[in-house]
């Protein structure tokens, strides 16, 4: 059983920056894929990043690419999600999941059995 909490969200103006942090407490399997997914009011849910724990690859949204940086501590077991250049359209929402697929084959929403509770991200022009 995990259980994921994550912190960080505010509220900024565009063009600022927020850090993400999703702190994993129990056993994780270490090479299963880890992620970052937002869910804006009215929208489905939507992968932003993702990392593979076992070798540290990542993955990222196209409208997040070059601006988004998810980073993943495994001596402190704690996921990051660095939001830079942040625009209105990234308010949302923002949900960090574990125990995807190994080596993140697949990182969509279904793909994950664990969820934190989400942490508010709100950019205004």
């Known amino acids: 059983q995990l259980q994921l909490v994550e912190s960080g969200g505010g509220s900024v103006q565009t063009g600022g920056s927020l850090r993400l942090s999703c702190a994993v407490s129990?056993?994780?399997?270490?090479?299963?894929?880890m992620g970052w997914f937002r869910q804006a009011p009215g929208k489905e849910r939507e992968g932003v990043a993702a990392?593979?724990?076992?070798?540290?690859?990542?993955y990222y949204a196209d409208s997040v690419k070059g601006r988004f940086t998810i980073s993943l501590d495994n001596a402190e077991n704690t996921m990051y999600l660095q939001m830079n250049s942040l625009k209105p359209e990234d308010t949302a929402m923002y949900y960090c999941?574990?125990?995807?697929?190994?080596?993140?084959?697949?990182w969509g929403p279904g793909d994950f059995g664990y969820w934190g509770q989400g942490t508010q991200v709100t950019v205004s022009a």
């Open positions: 999941a574990a125990d995807g697929f190994s080596q993140c084959d697949s």
């Open positions: 990392i593979y724990p076992g070798g540290g690859s990542t």
């Open positions: 129990g056993y994780r399997h270490r090479n299963n894929c």
